[in-house]
């Protein structure tokens, strides 16, 4: 897949207005990004940007007087994964019985339940907050029967309901390294018997059998409000939907989205701005 690279210049540059720029960036389609000293370097997936949605979320930037001006270029064709194979990442602890860690950095206890992520991550490194909320919600939840994870990424989340007691799970993704990184982590945790990954956008679950008791979303706004419909009609009758993805800014609209679609809000989460909300069908 052939990615744009987009550097953005904030003008005066504060940690607050790059929060914000990477959540409204992330509605025109970008997936990651990158610090810079002077503002952010965002990536997005030539297919899917939609340099009009950009224009008009800078155009209603919510910090007055910060300047934004930015400059599109191809982005390098490379292996995107090559920084955290080097690097890793530490781990992430969700709970004193639930960890997620890679190869390279060990806790210093195991909990009873620890996830190991190869650092050969997809691109898009995924948000931390986001991935804590899905996490802290599955432990709640004790998931049960058939799990679907779109946009499934390294496959944490799948691997997570599997480890704490789901039967199955289906996790798709439109980019191949998380596929095959998911399909290889599934492996590490021993539980690729139950996981299965598959190549695509929502618009593959019309190829997937059966339906599901929990279904799992860590995504940005737009892609959940345009594939909300395809993932209730995968959901059984009193199925789970978890979202997350998106700022506490967005939660009303997609929560209206929810409830136009015949799901009941359970709860909402938040952590440094970022949203998680859980709906029953």
Excluded at 88 to 104: A, Q, T, V, Y
Excluded at 203 to 208: A, D, F, P, Y
Excluded at 217 to 243: C, E, H, S, W, Y
């Amino acid at each position: 897949m052939r990615y744009f690279e987009v550097e953005f210049t904030i003008s005066p540059y504060s940690v607050d207005a790059s929060d914000i720029l990477a959540a409204m960036a992330g509605e025109a389609g970008f997936e990651t990004f990158e610090e810079t000293e002077t503002g952010l370097k965002g990536y997005v997936q030539q297919s899917v940007f939609d340099v009009a949605v950009l224009q008009t979320a800078l155009e209603d930037f919510p910090f007055e007087g910060t300047n934004i001006s930015y400059e599109i270029r191809e982005a390098e064709d490379r292996d995107w994964n090559e920084q955290w194979e080097q690097e890793g990442f530490e781990p992430i602890i969700i709970s004193d019985n639930l960890m997620i860690h890679d190869g390279r950095h060990l806790p210093d206890s195991m909990p009873d339940i620890a996830i190991e992520i190869d650092a050969k991550l997809a691109f898009g490194t995924g948000t931390h907050e986001t991935t804590r909320m899905i996490c802290s919600t599955l432990l709640e939840l004790q998931p049960k029967g058939r799990v679907l994870d779109c946009g499934t990424g390294t496959g944490i989340l799948s691997i997570s309901a599997l480890k704490l007691g789901a039967q199955e799970a289906v996790g798709y993704d439109i980019d191949e390294w998380s596929v095959d990184n998911a399909r290889h982590n599934a492996v590490i945790n021993q539980v690729d018997d139950r996981f299965a990954s598959v190549l695509g956008d929502a618009s593959i679950l019309n190829k997937v059998e059966g339906s599901f008791d929990l279904v799992m979303a860590n995504i940005n706004r737009n892609i959940l409000l345009n594939d909300m419909p395809q993932f209730v009609a995968k959901m059984n009758t009193g199925a789970t939907l978890i979202l997350s993805g998106f700022y506490t800014d967005d939660c009303q609209i997609l929560i209206d989205k929810a409830q136009s679609l015949g799901l009941n809000l359970q709860q909402q989460k938040e952590d440094q701005q970022w949203a998680c909300l859980v709906f029953v069908r």
